[in-house]
């Protein structure tokens, strides 16, 4: 049972700003979190390429100096593959359908593989995207001059990447059957690109990042549309890496991953519980009614059982809320939306009272409920695409194989989280900072007990989720947490939300 293993490494990203927070969170075995010891924005200068040999100065990326959240929606197209397993399995279209306000590039992809890559040279002339790759292989090149290596590799020195899964269900003629997908954001790049730490030009490299793309209920890679966005420390969010090894006493992951705000011991901030797992203090954190809480995975396995998990206080131009997905009611909320329950397992929001297409955002969901005899989250996952009128359709399912082969994806009720990320306006931290420490006076108890894990079958992960928490009622100020755990592949579901059906329906109704 999942609950009973012992995971081997777990990764912790903590963004602060303003607000004092406190509160406990508590994880499976051997996973670890981390809150930071004081809050300030990271000064932090641009980073200039290095010339690799042959490459001249026209060839190198401009400065890194996008200090912004930023976001993409990236389009795969298999409709020209045949086979699944076959030799035409890579042959896939890839394309960049909306991003902003920093531009993208991808430098690397295939079957369930993307690179993409922050701030290129020449965002508009892209050769690689929108056209069939020449070779077997899908798309990869080592060439300095290539427009799409010159552009920067995101990493967990620098901020965090979270990412979604853009298209409720995906159907290719390579016959396979109709399926549901995962997203991961990877810590295990080989696409080619510049770092954001030394400013070399390289392929792999310890702690950048790629995407992954799966199947839900199966361990196998897909192709499907994907939303990814870019939170930068350098904006202002503070945060760090964290490992929790088999003596369950936390460390960072490696030296340098955190942000400097963060202290050097690490224990102060995280503790374990043999019963419990892991547990973070976060001054001034009521869990129970101060917002919402993200995760997607981060496992460079198709079978996605890690995960990043994300936490944002209040913060500039924030649409997203708290959906009651058994009544379609806001829960809580922030900026103009709407939302509507369509039916079983299926909603409707509208952004701003506006139509949006791929040009204009993306959308983050997280599943935040529980099961009445487990107290454990759902197994439902989440997706979501726009209609023609301009809103989005979010969809939850489950994987049951106790059903028949063509109804093993049927819908799943649940409550929600979602925050929408705008390409022109994106959510941001505020200005005014102020500090904070581990010894502040506690809150009350954070209340987001949860299952780690994405959602399962017998042995297959099924899901992965983006999570962000806003604190509703906290002086302004943002606090994002990303966290990866590299372990086995039979977890069980996604997050459990502590709050109780009768403060639910409370809050519904205020």
């Not at 999570?467 to 996604?494: C, F, Q, R, W």
Request: proline share 6%.
């Amino acid at each position: 049972m999942a609950g009973e293993r012992l995971f081997a490494r777990l990764l912790l990203l903590v963004f602060l700003l303003v607000a004092q927070l406190s509160g406990l969170l508590f994880l499976e075995k051997q996973q670890a979190m981390v809150v930071a010891s004081e809050l300030a924005v990271t000064a932090d200068t641009p980073i200039a390429a290095v010339a690799p040999k042959d490459a001249v100065p026209g060839d190198l990326p401009m400065p890194f100096t996008c200090k912004t959240t930023t976001s993409c929606k990236i389009m795969m197209n298999a409709s020209n593959v045949k086979s699944y397993n076959g030799k035409d399995r890579d042959k896939i279209i890839v394309d960049i359908a909306g991003q902003g306000p920093c531009y993208w590039s991808i430098s690397r992809f295939n079957r369930g593989d993307l690179s993409p890559r922050l701030s290129p040279r020449h965002p508009f002339a892209q050769p690689n995207l929108g056209v069939l790759p020449t070779g077997d292989n899908g798309f990869e090149t080592s060439d300095p001059k290539h427009f799409s290596v010159q552009a920067w590799k995101p990493h967990v020195k620098k901020g965090v990447v979270l990412v979604s899964v853009a298209q409720n269900g995906e159907l290719w003629p390579d016959g396979e059957s109709f399926f549901y997908g995962t997203a991961a954001a990877v810590m295990e790049s080989s696409g080619y690109g510049y770092s954001l730490v030394d400013g070399g030009f390289s392929g792999e490299e310890a702690g950048a990042i790629d995407v992954t793309v799966g199947k839900a209920g199966r361990d196998e890679e897909a192709n499907i549309d994907v939303a990814v966005a870019w939170f930068p420390y350098s904006q202002g969010w503070v945060g760090g890496y964290v490992d929790a090894p088999q003596e369950m006493s936390a460390k960072w992951s490696e030296e340098g991953s955190h942000s400097p705000q963060l202290p050097t011991d690490v224990k102060k901030l995280v503790s374990f519980n043999e019963l419990e797992g892991a547990e973070i203090t976060l001054p001034g954190v009521n869990g129970r009614h101060d917002g919402m809480l993200f995760v997607t995975s981060t496992d460079p396995s198709h079978g996605n059982s890690a995960v990043n998990l994300a936490q944002l206080c209040p913060v500039k131009k924030l649409i997203g809320g708290h959906v009651n997905g058994h009544t379609g009611l806001k829960l809580h909320g922030e900026g103009k939306f709407d939302v509507k329950r369509l039916a079983f397992g299926m909603y409707e929001i509208t952004i701003d009272s506006s139509p949006k297409t791929d040009g204009d955002g993306i959308l983050l969901l997280q599943v935040v409920d529980e099961v009445a005899k487990n107290k454990r989250a759902p197994k439902c996952f989440l997706s979501y695409n726009y209609t023609k009128a301009g809103s989005l359709i979010v969809e939850s399912h489950e994987v049951d194989y106790t059903r028949p082969l063509n109804d093993q994806f049927p819908f799943c009720e649940t409550s929600f989280y979602f925050m929408w990320v705008d390409f022109r306006s994106p959510v941001s931290p505020p200005q005014n900072l102020g500090t904070g420490a581990t010894d502040s006076p506690q809150g009350d108890y954070f209340g987001i007990g949860f299952f780690l894990g994405m959602v399962m079958t017998v042995a297959m992960i099924v899901a992965s989720y983006v999570v962000m928490k806003h604190l509703y009622n906290a002086p302004p100020g943002p606090s994002m947490i990303a966290l990866e755990d590299i372990g086995d592949d039979e977890l069980e579901t996604g997050l459990l939300d502590s709050v109780d059906a009768s403060e639910r329906d409370r809050d519904a109704v205020a």
